[in-house]
């Protein structure tokens, strides 16, 4: 599955940088987090539970920051998994200059979703991660502008 | 189970789930490989993991087994599992398996077999089809996919092992359709793995199973661990499936890609048969087809059709999926043939403009032909083809029906009417041909009559509801003239019940009621020799009328089976054993081939895409009946189990190999409201061979059934272009066609 997005955030791109780059901060902002382990600089570790109609699972994911140019350009690496489910993602994310002194964040994801949870919830899945991904950017953006 | 399709096991933790409260152990494919149980034999003769030690290799497979105290503390125990994997590339689409430098998947069979082609099969003459062929003045060719699809029995699979350390004995309750072949596997696999569980000490008890169609012939992991588990832990060991796990990780069917050429001459006379197909069997073939018929009875695809020529051959492949090509309410293969060559025929017609009645009609193998040699090497052993079409389309007025859908075509309203007239190939089967790892397909019957006249019966097959008392009691009463309510049947416990190789295929009445009324006869014969010395006659001056033995000439002086019994008891003559029991295994010379001609009419919602059955007519022919009011609640379940893969049912994966049909929200069961009205008929044509001409009927419907309804589609929509729609036909590719059509 692959998702793809443009959001204007009204805050410089330093401090956006500094945000996404920050495990604790932007993990506050996943949906579902309920812990996060900074293992080094570059990898760190999420607890978070999912829900998807009537399964729910808590994965274990670890996530690597693959590649860092500040302050224009990360890509992210994540392998979690859950009991019976697991799932494989790469995520890219583009700084630039926005409207007013504000930041432009081009994303885009590759998802893979594998086992009882792309199983059973297949019907709900594209639906649930849209809602997911539209909570982890509102709350960004909320954050960074407050 | 893993979330991976295919993927290679780093590592498995069971630390975290040995703390869960309530579990007693966790056991991995590395713990079994020490007793060289991580393998099992299927029944086709191929290998499938108990668990995996290394690769797993479809998605929801077992990777660990946790043996708990209650379901809760096994299914916290399970998530408690740690498992590392490592990703590997999936097959998915068999074609793609097939690919010159494709990935392996099973490494593990020998080095001339490094391939994902698991078998090849033929049969008829190739050159012969092919030069047939190519003189045909007319040659349609089509692709047909029947989808895999699942029995979804309303009890899953389960058992509860229980070895009882004391007696060295193993007892295992299961929910199977073979109890006597599970017990010999599982006491090869036990001496296989140096265990001292051996057969004498096994007994395997199946109760009441709630439905099997197939699906419940396999031997599965679970069996496999519950054992192992009783025989580590020293008590009784439950496993039982939960609905998706049934849905997600049990034998399949169907999965047939077909492609299917037939040749006629112009004015629809047909000649020539040519199939290719591919099978996809996931990642072990765990079909329980006879050792000689990998891709089962498929090649009775010539049909009710007298074809001069036919060569089909089959390739058996290995992807990413769950094991299996079970027969689903099916004889080997016959539902994929059947839907194929109904399908051909129905194009043939509409092809060449010539209503697909009347091309029937002139295309079968008349009465005077059989039995039947087909160019595929069947010997039908008897059939009647075209009374039972004219019976359904008499019972449907169909001339009606055509003008109707004239009338309606006219106004823009989308109405199609299909036929199927099939013939079936069930009884497996004489013993020359047809075992199942090496065991002959053979049934049996043992009977034993009580001394007050009373009769105990107890059969090597095994009912899942079809109602196997009524019909054996009713045998054996027809042949010894006992009432039916003074006749026990018992089947499912291996240590009473003769050898058997258990209910499928429609055999059990083609093969076991063919022993019981044999054995019924060897005790008729005993009681004609008690009854010349009751009433002081010679055996050869006696006859046999209404249950009693009497005197040529002197209908007054007789004995009944009842003194007879008595007698066998009190009474037997000096030189005669005492009692009265006899047993058969019934060795069946040929096949049965029952048939029949099913008719159904289809509105289409031309907005929605929706397709409504208005009618379904079926006339089935399986012989004689034993007991009409069981045949026809075979034929109303075999309808709608053809119902169900025409409309609703199949088993869809993603690219990744996950499972896409792990749930009734996914796989759409038809319930009684989608279902229609059957209307049933019958003709009698009864197999020459069998003690009493019955045919089998099991499946004649599911067989029948989904041919029809696809017929009555595409003839509904022929005259906008459309020649074929891949079962299940959903609204979502009706409303897409009517759509591209500019019509929806």
Not at chain 1, 37 to 54: L, M, Q, S, Y
Not at chain 2, 91 to 119: C, F, S, Y
Not at chain 2, 216 to 230: D, F
Request: glycine share 10%; charged share 20%; aromatic share 8%.
């Amino acid at each position: 599955m692959k998702f793809a997005g443009t959001v204007d955030i009204a805050a410089p791109r330093d401090k956006v940088w500094a945000f996404v780059i920050d495990p604790n901060q932007v993990g506050q902002c996943g949906p579902g987090v309920e812990s996060i382990e900074v293992i080094d600089a570059t990898h760190f570790k999420a607890t978070a539970k999912v829900g998807i109609g009537f399964i729910s699972a808590r994965f274990v994911v670890n996530m690597e920051m693959a590649e860092l140019v500040a302050p224009d350009r990360a890509l992210i690496k994540a392998h979690g998994q859950a009991p019976g489910s697991a799932v494989d993602a790469t995520a890219e994310m583009t700084l630039s200059d926005g409207p007013a002194g504000g930041t432009t964040m081009d994303w885009s994801a590759d998802v893979a979703i594998a086992g009882s949870l792309a199983s059973l919830g297949a019907r709900l899945i594209e639906g649930t991660a849209n809602k997911m991904i539209g909570q982890t950017f509102t709350c960004m953006k909320s954050t960074l502008e407050a | 189970r893993s979330p991976y399709a295919h993927a290679t096991i780093k590592g498995i933790d069971a630390s975290e789930a040995l703390k869960v409260p309530g579990v007693l152990a966790v056991v991995t494919g590395k713990d079994l490989e020490g007793y060289k149980l991580h393998w099992m034999p299927t029944l086709a003769g191929d290998m499938q993991m108990v668990l995996p030690t290394d690769t797993v290799m479809y998605q929801s497979q077992e990777v660990a087994a946790v043996i708990a105290s209650s379901k809760y503390a096994a299914a916290d125990g399970a998530a408690a599992v740690l498992v590392d994997y490592e990703p590997l590339e999936v097959i998915v689409d068999p074609h793609r398996a097939l690919d010159e430098g494709a990935m392996v998947l099973r490494p593990d069979r020998g080095p001339d077999k490094q391939t994902n082609r698991i078998w090849h099969w033929e049969s008829g003459d190739r050159a012969a089809a092919d030069a047939a062929m190519e003189a045909s003045e007319v040659r349609v060719t089509e692709d047909i996919y029947i989808p895999r699809i699942h029995v979804a029995s309303i009890e899953t699979c389960g058992c509860v092992a229980d070895w009882d350390p004391v007696r060295q004995q193993l007892t295992l309750h299961i929910t199977s359709q073979a109890p006597h072949a599970i017990r010999t596997v599982l006491a090869l696999v036990a001496a296989g793995a140096g265990l001292p569980i051996s057969e004498q000490n096994i007994r395997v008890k199946t109760h009441d199973i709630g439905g099997g169609f197939g699906g419940k012939v396999p031997v599965y992991p679970g069996y496999v661990l519950a054992v192992a588990a009783s025989f580590l832990i020293g008590k009784p060991v439950k496993w039982i499936e939960d609905r998706s796990e049934n849905l997600q990780a049990d034998s399949f069917a169907r999965d047939y890609h077909i492609t299917a050429e037939l040749g006629a001459t112009k004015d629809g006379k047909i000649q020539s048969l040519k199939v290719k197909t591919i099978a996809d069997h996931g990642y072990s073939d765990a079909a329980a087809d006879p050792s000689k018929f990998p891709a089962g009875l498929f090649n009775v695809i010539t049909g009710s059709y007298d074809f001069d020529k036919a060569f089909v051959e089959v390739d058996g492949v290995y992807t990413n999926k769950p094991p299996g090509g079970v027969a689903y309410r099916c004889s080997f293969r016959v539902t994929e043939a059947v839907h194929a060559i109904e399908r051909m025929v129905d194009i043939l017609a509409h092809e060449i403009g010539k209503d697909p009645a009347q091309l029937r009609m002139e295309n079968f193998i008349r009465k005077d032909q059989f039995p039947y040699k087909t160019p595929t090497g069947w010997e039908y052993d008897s059939g009647d083809y075209a009374p039972a079409l004219q019976k359904a389309l008499d019972m449907i007025d169909y001339a009606g029906l055509r003008k109707e859908q004239l009338e309606k075509r006219e106004r823009g309203e989308l109405m199609g009417i299909g036929i199927s007239s099939f013939t079936e190939i069930v009884g497996a089967g004489p013993s020359h041909d047809f075992d199942i790892l090496g065991l002959k397909m053979f049934d049996s019957c043992e009977i034993r009559v009580h001394p007050t006249g009373k009769v105990l019966a107890r059969i090597g097959v095994q009912t899942q509801g079809q109602g196997h008392e009524t019909t054996f009691a009713q045998i054996i009463a027809e042949e010894l003239g006992f009432p039916v309510g003074d006749i026990k049947i018992e089947y499912g416990d291996t240590d009473t019940a003769p050898y058997g190789l258990g209910t499928y295929a429609s055999r059990s009445t083609p093969v076991a009621g063919a022993a019981a009324a044999m054995a019924s006869r060897k005790i008729k014969e005993k009681a004609r020799h008690l009854a010349a010395h009751l009433l002081e006659a010679s055996a050869d001056d006696l006859e046999w009328t209404n249950g009693r033995w009497s005197v040529k000439g002197s209908p007054d002086r007789f004995k009944t089976i009842q003194e007879i019994a008595f007698a066998a008891y009190t009474n037997h003559p000096q030189g005669m054993e005492a009692g009265l029991e006899a047993v058969n295994y019934y060795d069946p010379p040929n096949l049965t081939f029952p048939f029949g001609s099913y008719i159904c009419v289809v509105d289409i919602d031309k907005a929605t895409g929706v397709v409504s059955v208005r009618r379904f007519v079926a006339v089935d022919d399986c012989g004689n009946i034993i007991n009409p009011m069981i045949v026809d609640g075979q034929i109303h379940g075999g309808l709608t189990m053809g119902l169900a893969p025409a409309l609703y049912e199949a088993i869809t994966y993603d690219e990744n190999g996950n499972n896409l049909a792990g749930t009734f929200m996914d796989y759409l069961l038809p319930t009684a409201l989608e279902t229609p009205a059957w209307e049933l008929e019958k003709t009698v044509t009864p197999s020459p061979h069998h003690p009493i001409g019955a045919k089998g009927v099991g499946e004649s419907a599911t067989v029948g059934a989904p041919p029809a309804i696809a017929n009555a589609v595409v003839n509904a929509l022929w005259h906008l272009g459309v020649r074929n729609i891949d079962i299940p036909i959903t609204p979502q590719k009706v409303w897409a066609i009517l759509h591209d059509k500019g019509i929806a």
